[in-house]
């Protein structure tokens, strides 16, 4: 159905109360679109009506949505309103969740192509540190001159920026006796053989797995025809690298984020 086919029929109770921006945001299904607006003007409201306006003319099922959230009590609030736009309607088999929970669940049918068995677990933050730790003391670094916490947060900015030990330069740090490259390498090297990762592991496997592997890639473009973000300003580059690879092909994307925080996940990509 074109969309003046779908202007002249009566309208459906999802559209009452937009405003002509949003709902041409709304009403722009195909490919990528940019909503910036201040707190509280209604962006996610346009990211629940394009789901409900998505699932409601058939343009797409819900198992070719891929929705992104920052939080799961985000993604449990949008699964409550589309569902209210559609009439009390529940939506199964859609991808909708944080970029974690997306990521890994993506990720666990192929974990052998990135060195983990699917059972593989994810470490909390004092388990990564106990980690760290161990490392400084296998390599006579002293702990107190370079703490654990100041080392895992170096290697967790560069999983944020997307960077791999490999894509990390020998640069001297003045932590760690310059071995935090080093320091890196081991870390994910311990990590496959306890068969677990760390949060930003979630993000970085699967990224590679679909870069590394042409028909995961071609099955996952393939099978995500719509994608939408919330809370898009909050975006990291290790995100957007995953974001943009998976929407490459279909290239509808909307995004939704607020105007007056910066939009780092663009730069530096
Ligand atoms: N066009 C509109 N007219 C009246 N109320 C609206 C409109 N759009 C959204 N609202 C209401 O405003 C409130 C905020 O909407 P919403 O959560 O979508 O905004 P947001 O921009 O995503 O907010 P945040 O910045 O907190 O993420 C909600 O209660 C929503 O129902
Ligand atoms: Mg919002």
């Not at 900015?157 to 310059?178: E, M, Q």
């Amino acid at each position: 159905m074109t969309l003046s086919a779908l202007n002249q029929q009566p309208e459906s109770p999802y559209w009452q109360g937009l405003n002509p921006a949003q709902r041409a945001a709304v009403e722009q299904l195909d490919g990528p679109v940019l909503v910036l607006a201040g707190a509280g003007t209604g962006k996610t409201r346009v990211l629940t009506t394009r789901l409900a306006h998505l699932l409601a003319t058939g343009k797409a099922v819900p198992a070719q949505i891929m929705a992104v959230t920052f939080t799961n009590k985000a993604a449990a609030e949008i699964r409550e309103r589309v569902s209210h736009l559609l009439g009390e309607r529940s939506v199964e088999g859609w991808y909708l969740g944080t970029f974690h929970a997306l990521a890994a669940r993506l990720l666990r049918p192929h974990a052998e192509r990135v060195g983990l068995k699917p059972s593989f677990t994810i470490l909390g933050t004092d388990d990564q540190l106990r980690l760290i730790k161990q490392l400084l003391e296998a390599e006579n670094i002293d702990d107190k001159k370079s703490p654990p916490r100041v080392v895992l947060g170096y290697i967790e900015r560069w999983k944020d920026r997307g960077l791999l030990p490999d894509d990390v330069s020998n640069d001297s740090f003045d932590i760690a006796n310059g071995k935090l490259p080093k320091l890196y390498k081991m870390y994910q090297d311990r990590l496959l053989e306890l068969n677990a990762c760390d949060f930003g592991d979630l993000l970085l496997h699967h990224l590679t797995l679909m870069r590394k592997h042409p028909d995961v890639l071609e099955q996952i473009q393939n099978r995500f025809q719509y994608l939408l973000v919330d809370e898009y300003q909050d975006t990291n580059v290790a995100q957007y690298l995953w974001l943009r690879l998976i929407a490459q092909k279909s290239k509808n994307i909307c995004v939704v984020g607020d105007e007056d925080q910066s939009i780092y996940g663009w730069r530096g990509a």
